[in-house]
């Protein structure tokens, strides 16, 4: 009967998903007493992971916000595909967000992004960022995320090059080595987050809070700080050549290189 099982999952390799389940039921049923006995592979997380991006540009939003949780679970179970994901989903993001990012004005503030955009911005961020490829850290430049929910988000050595985060929430967010040259981070919350070695030259930082900011040996040459909050930020080794600073609140810490 071993053998019998084992030919019909062979026989089922091209299947989908759903026929290998029930192919795993009957097994179950036949043999209720071998639990721990996995004779019948886990279907591939490969052909999984090929299902869900084609689900993805079939541009439904509603399919979209549960192909995201099918996504975080694949890289999660088979660290192998974690890039290609990660890449899938930077490229739904790009696709979308620049002509399609939904940001409404209401009282001069900023409302959250698209749901899911930032549905795929929140695997990103929260992905299991010991699995990256240093030789491959993901590129987010040249995307408007105006409003988006980051906060707490792994985005160390990210290039966010000229990526508009106005309003943005990044609070405690991880953006060591992040470049962010040229970015539009102005009334973004920054507060707790870690900038420590990040490439902020020309960046827009208006408005925004940076109080308990890591900026050691941070780049802001030419950065735009009119009325941001530093209160308790470190700045040891920063380079603030020709950056602006009017109307600043500040109480930088004169210790400490976190």
Not at 15 to 28: A, F, S
Not at 30 to 49: A, C
Not at 101 to 122: M, P, Y
Not at 200 to 223: D, E, T
Request: proline share 2%; hydrophobic share 40%.
């Amino acid at each position: 009967m071993f053998k019998v099982i084992i030919s019909a999952y062979n026989m089922a390799k091209t299947w989908n998903p759903r026929n290998i389940l029930i192919l795993e039921k009957i097994y179950q049923a036949l043999f209720p007493n071998q639990n721990q006995v996995e004779l019948i592979p886990q279907y591939s997380y490969t052909q999984s992971l090929h299902q869900a991006i084609e689900q993805l540009e079939r541009q439904n939003r509603e399919i979209n916000l549960t192909v995201f949780e099918d996504l975080a679970t694949i890289a999660q179970a088979d660290p192998k595909l974690q890039r290609k994901i990660m890449t899938a989903l930077t490229n739904f993001i790009r696709n979308n967000a620049v002509e399609e990012t939904q940001i409404q004005v209401q009282d001069n503030q900023l409302s959250t992004i698209r749901a899911d955009i930032q549905a795929a911005l929140s695997v990103l961020a929260h992905r299991n960022a010991q699995q990256d490829k240093e030789s491959e850290p993901l590129d987010l430049s040249h995307i408007d995320i105006r409003g988006a929910n980051l906060c707490g988000a792994n985005l160390e050595m990210t290039n966010l090059y000229q990526t508009n985060l106005s309003g943005a929430d990044l609070c405690s967010a991880n953006l060591h080595g992040a470049i962010l040259t040229a970015a539009n981070l102005s009334g973004a919350n920054l507060s707790g987050a870690n900038l420590k070695e990040a490439i902020l030259s020309a960046a827009n930082l208006r408005g925004a809070n940076l109080s308990g900011a890591n900026l050691n040996r941070a780049n802001l040459y030419l950065a735009k700080l009119d009325g941001a909050i530093l209160k308790d930020a470190t700045l040891n080794g920063a380079n603030l050549r020709e950056a602006q600073f009017s109307d600043v609140d500040i109480l930088i810490k004169p210790i400490g290189d976190g």
